[in-house]
């Protein structure tokens, strides 16, 4: 007989961790957009209905990352994890500007509700990060890491800001509840970015990064996963609204036979 050996054992759990966190966030996300799209249609109106599409494509960033880490893990292409790794720079660029746009969205107290920024700075700022990206995916991979890198940092800073902002601001209504089920998943990511940083210049900090990946990486997705119930137990409580048998016209005490 033959001695297990549990180098090979602990290579093929960590692997399949790995597979199964991917799974996490691509299953989160893809349930989350559906969410999505039923709060712009049914539940957000005006102003807050037009901004949400910056959060899909921040969904849709994730939901690329877990299923190109699928692809890459399971065939061990190098493509597939380059697209992960710009699928997060993009998750967190798009999650700052949805969190930027929703704080400038509603009125409230008598603010205007602009941004000081012109209308086109966005669209800059994201023709910036795609052209830096690719460019260094065609012609320059070795520096595609270092880009990804910067942008992790500065979108994960900004998205951390503007999400406390629209808490603070818009406190009472769905995009501040949208927004505070949505705060511990960009957290957790921006641990994990952390991690991953800290491994690539620390000696020997790889066991901790792995570890501190997986937990982030199932954190996220379990956070996204609960923002889309949120999402819809608002949506339960559009309905209820309508309910006709809660209605009353005389206050609680009154009673129809």
């Keep these: 007989m033959f001695a297990p050996s549990f180098t090979s054992d602990a290579a093929a759990a960590l692997a399949t961790t790995q597979v ?6 691509a299953v989160a996300a893809g349930i989350l957009l ?11 109106v005006g102003a807050a209905r037009k901004r949400v599409w910056y959060l899909a494509i921040a969904i849709g960033a994730a939901f ?9 893990l399971w065939s061990g292409a190098r493509w597939p994890a380059v697209f992960s790794e710009g699928a997060t720079l993009f998750f967190i660029l798009f999650m700052a500007l949805g969190f ?3 704080y400038f969205s509603c009125r409230r107290g008598g603010e205007t509700g602009e941004s000081p920024l012109p209308s086109w700075a966005d669209y800059l700022i994201i023709v910036a990060f795609i052209v830096a990206w690719w460019t260094g995916f065609l012609f320059a991979q070795r520096w595609t890491y270092f880009v ?21 601001r818009h406190e009472g209504t769905s995009i501040a509840a949208l927004t505070r089920h ?14 991953d940083l800290v491994g690539g210049t620390v000696q020997g900090a790889a066991p901790i990064v792995q570890a501190t990946w997986i937990v982030g990486t199932v954190l996220v997705g379990a956070f996204l996963f609960t923002t889309a119930v949120a999402i819809r137990q608002q949506g339960g409580e559009v309905e209820r609204m309508y309910d006709w048998t809660t209605w009353r016209e005389g206050g609680r005490e009154e009673r129809t036979e």
């Design 20 to 25: 199964l966190a991917h799974l996490v966030i």
């Design 34 to 44: 559906v969410y999505l799209y039923a709060y712009a249609e049914y539940v957000a």
């Design 64 to 72: 690329l990352y877990g299923s190109s880490g699928v692809v890459a």
């Design 100 to 102: 930027r746009s929703m």
């Design 148 to 168: 990804v890198s910067i942008g992790w940092v500065l979108a994960s800073a900004w998205a951390l800001w503007y999400a406390v902002l629209v808490v603070r």
């Design 182 to 195: 949505l705060f511990p998943a960009v957290l957790a990511f921006t641990v994990t970015v952390i991690a």
